[in-house]
């Protein structure tokens, strides 16, 4: 917002610097909150340390203050600076208010959309995530993992780096192959109707298949022999899989594109554009071969023909305590594993795509698994080895329990959805009859599903979410609705404005402004920040208490202070625009939040 001034005075501070020979840290500078006026603080401890460090005797504290009063003596004035100030090592600005204020509302009305985008950077940003295996059926967990990615990609993407949405489901393995095997054997032909009714019926295969293929309490022989029997049938279908039989893979691809297409549906819903599908049974080939790579590169063991092909991790990176362990690469029957196919994967990401930075976001249960991917990675020595990162999240159960897919209790993300989208509608008719009947499925869709998402992104991604659906459709509290609520309030107050040209003239903000605009004046300087730190830390909560925060701010000014009915012509206008701006902003933060934010409700 002041990039200007800090710019200046910055030059200022490095000019004087560099004239007295003064090692100048990084300047880093941190908003100082409404007392009176606003400001912004740096502080000169870092340099002073500098100094010091380099051999100069110096005392840290008295020798930042010192240097924070000379560079303030050389600064003269500064225009949009109220005053200046040098206490205790830091060097404080402050701002006119009335300037701050019309600033920071103009910028918005000036940016809108664009609002608190970062300046493009250098680096390549892969996001993987939404890759549920196929076989099975997208529930609420999977939704979690897609919410969490698509947030993750938007945030990086507006704080400016090129982003790259990746999806790698897991297409092999026995899962799969179970749901293969029961189809052939009793279903063969047969395929449900629609798109979700299709994939979700793999899942009930999945189930079924299961039950058949375990051991019961008490089985009688004839049980026994039956289960081993079909047991002996699936593998046999694992090996002629593995063959590459044309009829079983036929099989395997045509149900296969069944999971993709519900998979895609839900994506689309979620207006989740995927740039990039890998698949595990794509990268299996690959895989073989650069076991035979880390094996020449002196990284990977062959115990060949007695045991594997191993990787001591921690001993390879001469860590002395147990970390990462041993792993497996490759089977003594030449099958690679889980870890094998990542590092393919990755190297593809590094290469093919020219990735610096690459972002996983898994289940937190498999921590281990990818830690020791970039361990192996590192060893390999791939530099972004260093800027991979695991973006773990917890389990999402309901009241009544845990979910199991083996034992079929899954709660499946489409019938959570369609019955958020039900109970909205139903509030429509009791609450808001007079909205449009065309209307009203849009709103419901917006709010049904921005609780949904709301409910995944308000808690932090670690912690495991107890999901339930009657608090996730609230008004009040941490909620998606409560803070589009906020949105159409401001909307409204807009409409009955009947102004036009809101964004023609900044308007002056030289009245005594109430503690209610100030709270929400501070919040939207503080959203390209808010942006900044979600997306360098990787965590959507950031954004998502942002929003909530706003919202809330912009709640209690709704209720406090008079906009339409001001008491004068140019406080009016002032306040108008400032609901202009913070609607802006509101809409920036539930866009990142992959949420939409609707005019009525
Ligand atoms: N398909 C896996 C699963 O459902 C998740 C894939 C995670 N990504 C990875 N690169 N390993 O558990």
């Known amino acids: 917002m002041f990039d200007r001034e800090q710019q200046a005075i910055e030059s200022k501070i490095r000019a004087y610097c560099a004239d007295n020979d003064i090692p100048l840290a990084d300047l880093k500078w941190t908003p100082i ?52 100030e040098a206490v205790k090592g830091y060097l404080n600005l402050y701002f006119s208010t009335a300037e701050f204020a019309q600033r920071v509302v103009a910028t918005v009305l000036e940016e809108k959309a664009d609002f608190g985008r970062g300046r493009p950077k250098s680096e390549r940003v892969m996001v993987e995530y939404a890759q549920p295996n196929t076989h099975h059926s997208f529930h609420i967990g999977h939704y979690r993992n897609a919410i969490l990615g698509e947030v993750l990609s938007r945030l990086v993407e507006f704080a400016g780096f090129e982003t790259i949405r990746a999806s790698y489901p897991g297409d092999l393995g026995l899962g799969v192959i179970t749901v293969l095997w029961i189809y052939d054997k009793f279903y063969r032909g047969q395929e449900p109707e629609g798109i979700h009714e299709r994939g979700q019926w793999l899942l009930k295969l999945y189930v079924e298949a299961t039950d058949l293929l375990t051991e019961k309490e008490n089985e009688t022989p004839e049980e026994k022999a039956q289960r081993e029997a ?27 594109e069944w999971s993709l297409d519900e998979l895609r549906d839900i994506l689309r819903m979620l207006d989740i554009d995927i740039d990039v599908w890998f698949f595990e049974s794509e990268v299996d080939e690959s895989a073989k071969e650069i076991v035979d790579e880390l094996i020449a590169k002196g990284i990977a063991d062959d115990e060949r023909p007695e045991g594997a092909v191993i ?18 690469l490759l089977r003594s029957d030449g099958t690679t594993l889980y870890l094998t196919k990542d590092l393919a994967l990755a190297k593809i990401k590094f290469e093919k795509y020219g990735v610096d930075r690459s972002i996983y976001v898994v289940d937190v249960r498999q921590s281990l698994h990818l830690q020791q991917t970039f361990a192996i990675l590192k060893l390999w020595g791939f530099p972004q080895a260093e800027k991979c990162y695991h973006l773990g999240y917890g389990f999402v159960s309901l009241p009544e329990g845990a979910m199991s897919a083996r034992r079929g209790r899954v709660v499946l993300f489409k019938d959570v959805a369609d019955e958020a989208v039900r109970r909205v509608l139903a509030e429509i008719a009791q609450k808001n009859p007079d909205l449009p009947e065309a209307q009203r499925a849009d709103v419901a869709r917006a709010v049904g599903l921005g609780a949904l998402a709301y409910a995944m992104l308000s808690v932090d991604n670690n912690k495991d979410i107890v999901f339930d659906l009657d608090e996730a459709l609230g008004f009040e509290g941490r909620t998606g609705p409560y803070i589009q609520n906020a949105h159409v309030r401001a909307a409204s107050i807009l409409r009955k404005s009947k102004t036009e040209s809101l964004e023609v003239e900044p308007a002056t903000f030289d009245y005594e402004l109430t503690s209610h605009e100030i709270q929400l004046i501070e919040l939207l300087s503080r959203f390209p920040a808010a942006v900044e730190q979600a997306a360098d830390e ?48 509101l809409a920036n933060a539930l866009a990142l939040l992959g949420i939409t934010a609707p005019e009525v409700m």
């Open 311 to 328: 990787v001591k991790i921690d001993e390879k990176l001469g860590l002395k305590k147990e970390k990462y362990r041993t792993n497996v």
């Open 230 to 256: 079909y047991d002996a049938e699936r593998r046999e279908l694992y090996r002629r899989w593995d063959a590459g039989d044309p009829e079983v893979r036929e099989l395997w691809r045509v149900t296969r």
């Open 33 to 84: 909150p409404f007392s009176g006026e606003w400001g912004t603080s740096t502080s000169f401890f870092q340099t002073a340390a500098n100094e010091a460090r380099s051999g100069k005797k110096v005392n840290v504290p008295q020798r930042a203050q010192e240097l924070a009063e000379s560079v303030k003596a050389g600064l003269g004035e500064i225009e949009g600076i109220s005053r200046i």
């Open 538 to 585: 990787y965590r959507p909560l950031v954004m998502a208490t942002y929003a909530y925060n706003l919202a809330s701010a912009f709640h209690s000014f709704y209720h406090a202070v008079p906009v339409l009915q001001a008491e004068r012509e140019n406080i009016r206008d002032a306040r108008l625009q400032l609901v202009a701006a913070a609607k802006q902003t």
